[in-house]
């Protein structure tokens, strides 16, 4: 009995769970495949003499909107900044690009890297000086979206925005102009404050911060009514890429 005993033992063990047997750890994967269409829609505005020289390339802004412009109506996203300087006959030279976040969702759930992929293959973009800025919900997207791909912007202008100061060891390289009224309520000074903070501790010597001492909630409206910011985002350009 005890021989039959011992022969049969080592396969009763093989049938019980790995952690009864003491079997220790196995290496497992998961892979899933995902085949939802990724898509924004977005506004977009060619500079004047676009058309004139078809083998010029344009530097481009990517505008990202606020909270109250989320949601399927394209013409709310022209309200303010850029698009908004559009509407009022400006001329910027710059390929300008609005794209409009989906009601109840976040500017860092949506393919805004892509977009910009699109774009340039789409039309004639400067790689080397594509810019991103954006107003509240749309400036926490843009430190969002520098610290994603910091080598893909030349310079970025984030609105009343914030977002996780440690990040911002991806980007002490770049050119960064950032903007708060200092009686904002909803979005306190100190969201941007602590930003710029930490990019002059990571070594940053191109960062730029504007309090307007005046302005609450709205500091998107003297920003992008002011040519500065245009000339500012001109004067930056990435190594020019082959």
């Given at each position: 009995?005890?021989?039959?005993?011992?022969?049969?033992?080592?396969?009763?063990?093989?049938?019980?769970?790995?952690?009864?047997?003491?079997a220790g750890l196995t290496e497992e994967i998961f892979v899933k495949e995902i085949t939802t269409p990724?898509?924004?829609?977005?506004?977009?505005?060619?500079?004047?003499?676009?058309?004139?020289?078809?083998?010029?390339?344009?530097?481009?802004?990517?505008?990202?909107?606020?909270?109250?412009?989320?949601?399927?109506?394209?013409?709310?996203?022209?309200?303010?900044?850029?698009?908004?300087?559009?509407?009022?006959?400006?001329?910027?030279?710059?390929?300008?690009?609005?794209?409009?976040?989906?009601?109840?969702?976040?500017?860092?759930?949506?393919?805004?890297?892509?977009?910009?992929?699109?774009?340039?293959?789409?039309?004639?973009?400067?790689?080397?000086?594509?810019?991103?800025?954006?107003?509240?919900?749309?400036?926490?997207?843009?430190?969002?979206?520098?610290?994603?791909?910091?080598?893909?912007?030349?310079?970025?202008?984030?609105?009343?925005?914030?977002?996780?100061?440690?990040?911002?060891?991806?980007?002490?390289?770049?050119?960064?102009?950032?903007?708060?009224?200092?009686?904002?309520?909803?979005?306190?000074?100190?969201?941007?404050?602590?930003?710029?903070?930490?990019?002059?501790?990571?070594?940053?010597?191109?960062?730029?911060?504007?309090?307007?001492?005046?302005?609450?909630?709205?500091?998107?409206?003297?920003?992008?009514?002011?040519?500065?910011?245009?000339?500012?985002?001109?004067?930056?350009?990435?190594?020019?890429?082959?």
């Amino acid at each position: 009995m005890r021989e039959l005993l011992s022969a049969l033992l080592p396969a009763a063990l093989s049938l019980l769970p790995l952690s009864a047997a003491g079997a220790g750890l196995t290496e497992e994967i998961f892979v899933k495949e995902i085949t939802t269409p990724e898509k924004l829609e977005y506004l977009l505005s060619l500079p004047k003499d676009y058309e004139a020289d078809t083998e010029k390339k344009w530097p481009l802004i990517v505008f990202l909107h606020g909270a109250g412009e989320r949601g399927d109506d394209l013409q709310k996203v022209g309200v303010h900044g850029p698009p908004k300087r559009i509407r009022e006959g400006a001329e910027l030279p710059f390929v300008i690009a609005s794209p409009q976040c989906p009601d109840g969702e976040w500017w860092t759930e949506q393919p805004v890297l892509k977009l910009i992929d699109h774009l340039e293959a789409n039309f004639r973009v400067d790689p080397s000086r594509i810019y991103l800025s954006g107003l509240s919900m749309g400036g926490y997207g843009t430190w969002h979206f520098a610290t994603l791909a910091p080598h893909r912007f030349a310079a970025i202008a984030p609105v009343c925005g914030g977002g996780v100061p440690y990040r911002m060891r991806e980007i002490p390289h770049l050119p960064v102009w950032a903007f708060h009224g200092a009686k904002d309520t909803v979005v306190v000074p100190d969201e941007s404050a602590r930003l710029v903070e930490s990019l002059k501790k990571n070594g940053s010597k191109t960062v730029k911060f504007t309090v307007y001492p005046e302005a609450a909630h709205d500091s998107w409206t003297e920003t992008y009514q002011n040519p500065e910011l245009y000339e500012w985002f001109l004067s930056h350009s990435l190594a020019r890429k082959n």
